[in-house]
């Protein structure tokens, strides 16, 4: 554990500053933006060329590209460096012709991601995507690079270099609502010129990010010289095992297609409990999880993949069961915290210029209930990076698949039978049900692949520490009860009950684990203690 914790602790503190000048983005945005229309147009064009990335490049480099890295470093006479730069002439060559695809199809694109907008929004949509979509070649361009410093154990940079898009971003955001004003939250007012400044600049972010990987890939060595004898760069394997992961990634869009078909409508029957409100939730959500199991994640996966190499079943059981156990000693408190502080979150972060405070309140509703995915969201990823380790590709398609099932289908219900101001609130709810059931069962066929992932020690472990976060969150609950008795609901209150009721809960929360002796809790009180002290 000693390992992945100081591996852990490095990433951490990279992704901490970058979901904190995350958090001032998000705000800036907002501020804007608003959470009504121009809000749901950003937020719609911006997740396009993601969305294109993962589903033909991030999931195959997530799953794949990393195993297969290591196994060539391992066989190959000069250490994988040939295949690296194969791989890296593929990845850019590719992403260049798909971003060029891609911005040739924007209208469409936008088309297929909303419902029952006017004809001047679906118009400032495809501006902001025409803009943005270069994105794709220097985002993913940048995560092939960061997959190559992971398997040389890495890690600092690709956790670090988003903080630099997100300074770029704010100062852009910043620009734009100082030159826009109360029109830039307005689709029907917006000009041309400032839908430039905000999609370039939000461009000009990546471009940054990505020159920072390249910069720390070239001073581990990799010196990028492109490579055209292709026959060599294993193309036909990673199409072999990269195809069950592009069904995966298939299977999971669908289910964002019609979450964001049905929070686009539903946003424009309810100002500000559409796309926005769903996507800064959502981004809240994954605060703790990328702060924390992003981070055992990114360790823990190079690790299994040459324990899976060799064959030695118990490194990966212990491995997994370790990397659980430490998620979840700082997760199950926060998820807790959330379901009860969300509200204050989002008002200290969101009540801020352009946007409505109670637009605001809601964002912090759908928090809440985001909360409760917060623990078996973050062990169902551990659980696939199982089956990757094994370059099992296929097995997390099928789970996916019931995964992507159960929300749509609780998606829909959702859609059918709640008012339009709670439908968002309701795919939260249909997500984190899908993640409980999914989870059960990627647990059950994890386990039995590897023999057992220790399965008793960790629900052990988890009761613990429940028990030791409930006094948390209930004095957290006083914390927010009193305020509210004191004053209204502002950003200054919010901060109130965050440092006090977030604080105070945590705080008692670690010493409670202390005392119970739960050693995860331990180690990373320990940890800190001793970096405090010196």
């Not at 609502?177 to 600049?201: F, I, M, N, Q, W």
């Not at 049905?262 to 800064?280: D, F, M, R, V």
């Not at 430490?326 to 352009?354: D, K, R």
Request: with cysteine; proline share 4%.
């Amino acid at each position: 554990m000693s390992r992945v914790l100081r591996a852990s602790a490095i990433m951490a503190a990279g992704t901490m500053v970058s979901r904190v000048t995350g958090f001032i983005r998000s705000a800036v945005l907002v501020a804007a933006l608003g959470s009504a229309q121009m809000g749901d147009a950003y937020t719609v064009a911006n997740a396009i060329p993601f969305i294109l990335f993962d589903f033909l490049i991030g999931g195959i480099l997530s799953s794949v590209v990393v195993p297969m890295i290591v196994r060539r470093q391992k066989s190959d006479i000069d250490g994988g460096r040939a295949y690296e730069q194969r791989l890296m002439t593929v990845g850019t060559i590719t992403l260049t012709l798909l971003t060029v695809v891609a911005v040739l199809l924007a209208r469409p694109l936008i088309g297929l991601y909303t419902s029952d907008w006017s004809p001047r929004r679906i118009e400032v949509a495809v501006t902001l995507a025409q803009f943005v979509l270069p994105q794709i070649a220097f985002f993913g361009i940048g995560a092939l690079a960061g997959a190559i410093l992971n398997t040389r154990d890495r890690f600092a940079a690709p956790m670090w270099a988003p903080v630099l898009n997100n300074v770029v971003m704010i100062a852009v955001l910043v620009l734009y609502y100082l030159k826009a004003g109360s029109a830039g939250a307005d689709v029907g007012t917006v000009s041309e010129a400032d839908l430039a400044l905000l999609g370039l600049g939000t461009t000009a972010g990546i471009v940054v990010q990505c020159l920072v990987l390249m910069v720390s890939l070239h001073k581990v060595g990799f010196r990028f010289r492109p490579r055209f004898d292709l026959r060599e760069a294993g193309l036909g394997e990673m199409v072999r095992t990269g195809s069950w992961t592009l069904v995966y990634v298939s299977v999971t869009q669908l289910g964002f297609l019609v979450t964001t078909n049905i929070a686009s409508g539903a946003g424009a029957k309810a100002a500000g409990a559409g796309n926005t409100a769903y996507a800064q939730a959502f981004q809240l959500f994954q605060l703790p999880y990328g702060i924390i199991a992003v981070s055992v994640i990114t360790a823990m996966l190079p690790r299994m993949s040459r324990s899976a190499a060799e064959g030695d079943l118990d490194s990966i059981r212990e491995e997994f069961s370790s990397g659980v156990r430490l998620v979840a000693s700082l997760l199950v408190p926060a998820g807790l915290l959330l379901m009860v502080l969300g509200p204050a979150v989002t008002v200290m972060i969101y009540s801020w210029g352009n946007n409505n405070p109670d637009d605001a309140v809601y964002i912090g509703n759908v928090l809440q209930v985001f909360g409760l995915a917060l623990v078996p969201f973050s062990i169902f990823q551990l659980l696939l990076r199982v089956f990757y380790a094994f370059g099992d590709t296929r097995t997390p398609v099928f789970i996916g698949a019931g995964n992507t099932a159960v929300s749509i289908a609780l998606s829909f219900l959702a859609s059918a039978v709640l008012p339009a101001r709670y439908v968002v609130m309701g795919l939260a709810f249909a997500l984190t049900v899908s993640y409980i059931a999914g989870t059960g069962v990627a647990w059950a066929l994890a386990s039995r692949r590897v023999r057992g992932l220790q399965g008793r020690v960790v629900a052990a472990g988890l009761s613990r520490m429940y028990m030791a976060a409930l006094p948390a969150a209930a004095a957290a609950l006083g914390v927010l009860w009193l305020t509210q008795e004191l004053t209204d609901l502002n950003p200054l209150s919010a901060a109130i009950m965050l440092a006090a009721g977030g604080g105070l809960g945590m705080v008692l929360y670690l010493v409670i684990a202390h005392r119970m002796r739960i050693p995860e809790v331990s180690s990373v009180v320990g940890m800190v203690a001793g970096r405090v002290g010196r």
